[in-house]
């Protein structure tokens, strides 16, 4: 399957084997830092590699399904990540759980057993959600990687 | 008092001062004002060199000549390759003080290393130019 459509893809949440449900986007993009090397007499700039960074965003639709007994809503699970609700009704409660990371793995199907992905060790930066008429509810999720992809990682393997 | 060469490294960035000429301002009340000149040289020149993102080995190199200047009381030159880098002829003479002034290039504090990136730092040098009594 020479080329890859919205269809092929899909997202892994904290190595879950199973793919997260209504999932409606997944991309990552990975920025590599320069740092300057230019010199008195140069000409032209040079530069040598400095830090690499890794972020990603995810759409999922508020989705509540059930699995035999088990309700399950994937989106729900990563707001959770980051949304961590006082102990008390009293408003001012300002020490709270602190927020989860989490592993997104997103996935490819390129028609092998194993699949494309990349394993991001995340921490979520920001979830946003609104619901208005005509449209499904959905939360637009954007993360950071907490350093590089995980071993195991075959996104970057040709073959 | 012996020259040590600056290691060959070229700065990224670079400020020089020619110094100021000694003598001492009196002003009277009525706002006249007697200058007493006591030489005929500039003294204290300033230059400051800055090697961004060099790597360690290139740090320590200009650490060791900090060491190798100061272990006697020697003085630094510099040439088109390294703290004159990119200037003229007739900017380098007064860069490396190699004019006729007399003035000769002492480190005026340790240089200062910052670790940017692993086995990269950024080095800050500031030099004096002193002019010794024969």
């Known amino acids: 399957m020479p080329f890859y459509a919205g269809q092929q893809g899909k997202l892994f949440i904290d190595g879950s084997s199973t793919a997260a449900a209504k999932v409606v986007n997944w991309s990552f993009t990975s920025a590599q830092g320069t740092l300057e090397t230019t010199t008195l007499g140069d000409t032209d700039r040079t530069a040598v590699y400095g830090i690499r960074s890794l972020s990603g965003s995810c759409r999922l639709y508020y989705y509540k399904y059930t699995s035999g007994a088990t309700s399950y809503n994937d989106c729900a699970t990563l707001l959770e990540k980051v949304i961590k609700i006082s102990g008390g009704t009293a408003a001012g409660d300002g020490e709270n759980d602190a927020s989860d990371p989490v592993t997104f793995r997103l996935y490819i199907d390129d028609g092998t057993s194993s699949g494309k992905y990349i394993d991001i060790p995340a921490l979520i930066t920001s979830v946003s959600m609104s619901i208005s008429v005509g449209e499904v509810l959905a939360a637009d999720v954007s993360f950071e990687s907490n350093g590089a992809p995980l071993s195991g990682t075959n996104i970057t393997q040709a073959s | ?134």
């Open chain 2, 1 to 134: 008092m012996a020259a040590v060469a600056f290691p060959n490294l070229k700065p990224s960035s670079r400020s020089y001062t020619p110094g100021t000429y000694p003598q001492t301002e009196f002003q009277a009340q009525n706002g006249a004002k007697t200058i007493v000149r006591y030489g005929n040289r500039r003294v204290d020149s300033k230059l400051q060199l800055s090697f961004a993102n060099i790597a360690d080995a290139d740090a320590a190199s200009i650490l060791s000549n900090y060491e190798a200047v100061n272990a006697d009381w020697d003085y630094v030159t510099f040439t088109d390759n390294d703290g004159a880098a990119g200037a003229d002829a007739s900017l380098a003479s007064y860069l490396r003080e190699s004019g006729g002034s007399g003035l000769k290039w002492r480190y005026d504090g340790p240089p200062q290393v910052d670790s940017v990136y692993p086995g990269l730092s950024t080095v800050s040098c500031s030099f004096i130019g002193v002019l010794d009594a024969s």
